[in-house]
């Protein structure tokens, strides 16, 4: 179990308090199902202990994206295995905002074909120096999933708006995928643009009338018209 730290005055010194670090248990990352509820994300709501990536290959940074309209930034993904999720492959995101006016307000994500999903942000990192703690980053405040996409928002009640020269949390979805591909993201404003991610590759699934199956493809820009889901 992972731990944070809560402040406690613990003594008098020279007419001074001084602080001390307490632990606090971090909570784990929430499932969320194709098509059910959203729900609500703590500020630092899904640990990443001992993360690694899964291969030398396993991530891509900065990954520009542009609406054309002057919404731009970036989109980072990394693809770990991490002692929190032993079930299968963690995808982590961060997104940089690089737009002189426009805020980020979500991001569709994905996609996650027959996979499990849990999601959370993380600001402590994971320990290895993989992801360093954040300082002044913008955690989502709701996630949900639909159509196969993972989706976080940032605008809403309790919520802030990833602005000009912000950089979300870490975003993590955990899944029990033992593969991934190339995919796309879809940050979003009152516009949206789409930046290169990964994503789990896609499953095989039986097809009901004929016991055969079938490979769903869900990569690249499959579905993307789906996945979009505008923040108002």
């Not at 609500?40 to 640990?47: I, M, P, S, T």
């Not at 039986?206 to 769903?216: E, F, K, S, W």
């Amino acid at each position: 179990m992972k731990i944070r730290p809560n402040k406690v005055i613990v003594g008098l010194v020279a007419g001074a308090f001084a602080l001390a670090i307490l632990p606090r248990a971090q909570a784990a990352a929430i499932p969320v199902t194709n098509g059910g509820a959203g729900v609500a994300l703590a500020a630092n709501g899904a640990a990443l202990s001992g993360a690694t990536l899964v291969n030398a290959g396993s991530f891509l940074l900065n990954q520009p994206f542009n609406s054309g309209s002057g919404f731009t930034g970036t989109v980072s993904t990394w693809v770990v295995n991490d002692t929190e999720n032993p079930a299968g492959y963690t995808f982590v995101y961060q997104i940089h905002n690089t737009s002189p006016a426009d805020v980020v307000s979500g991001i569709g994500i994905g996609k996650f074909p027959g996979f499990t999903t849990a999601i959370g942000n993380n600001f402590t990192g994971g320990g290895g120096g993989l992801f360093p703690s954040l300082v002044g980053s913008f955690p989502a405040i709701s996630g949900d999933r639909a159509l196969d996409g993972v989706n976080f928002t940032w605008v809403g009640v309790g919520g802030t708006d990833i602005p000009p020269g912000g950089s979300s949390s870490y975003i993590v979805v955990e899944t029990d995928a033992h593969n991934y591909v190339a995919s796309t993201a879809a940050p979003t404003d009152t516009t949206d643009a789409f930046a290169n991610d990964l994503a789990p590759a896609p499953v095989k699934q039986v097809v009901p009338d004929g016991g055969c199956t079938l490979m769903l493809l869900g990569s690249a820009l499959s579905g993307l018209a789906f996945l979009r889901r505008k923040v108002s």
